[in-house]
């Protein structure tokens, strides 16, 4: 029950007045799914999914380059680099707390800032305690 309620809902919002048939799942939804797959499935085999995940989506990439930056092969791309959001969303869960992750993105976030800058160079912030490089 809980579940087809969850399916319905993602059939709530509709952007086709956007000019786009697709239908939009609001973020706590994709939340709750992401939990239903490691529900159903298990941590294991979803942690098995991200590596399969990256596999595609390295191999995507990489025809991407080998057949001239091709539509179909940008569609690809972002296909799987979708799949593998999802996947990093469900790692995230099974791993870590929404506070920490924010934490951790808004260091490495603060730490590539300073390099683009000149700030810092990688080797100089790899060395770097966290309070060192950006405050977190
Ligand atoms: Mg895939």
New binding site residues.
């Given amino acids: 029950m809980r579940n087809s309620q969850a399916y319905l809902e993602c059939q709530v919002v509709d952007i086709s007045t956007h000019g786009d048939n697709m239908t939009t799942i609001k973020p706590e939804l994709g939340a709750d799914i992401c939990r239903r797959a490691i529900a159903k499935w298990g941590e294991e085999r979803q942690r098995d999914m991200i590596i399969?995940?990256a596999s595609?989506?390295q191999k995507?990439l990489l025809k991407y380059r080998r057949y001239d930056r091709t539509e179909e092969w940008r569609i690809k791309c972002v296909?799987?680099a979708?799949?593998?959001s999802i996947m990093l969303d469900q790692l995230l869960m099974m791993l870590s707390s929404q506070q920490e992750f924010d934490k951790v993105r808004r260091y490495k976030l603060c730490r590539l800032s300073k390099m683009i800058d000149g700030d810092m160079d990688h080797q100089t912030c790899e060395n770097a305690e966290r309070d060192d490089c950006c405050l977190v």
């Fill in positions: 399969e995940e595609e989506l995507a296909e799987e979708v799949d593998m």
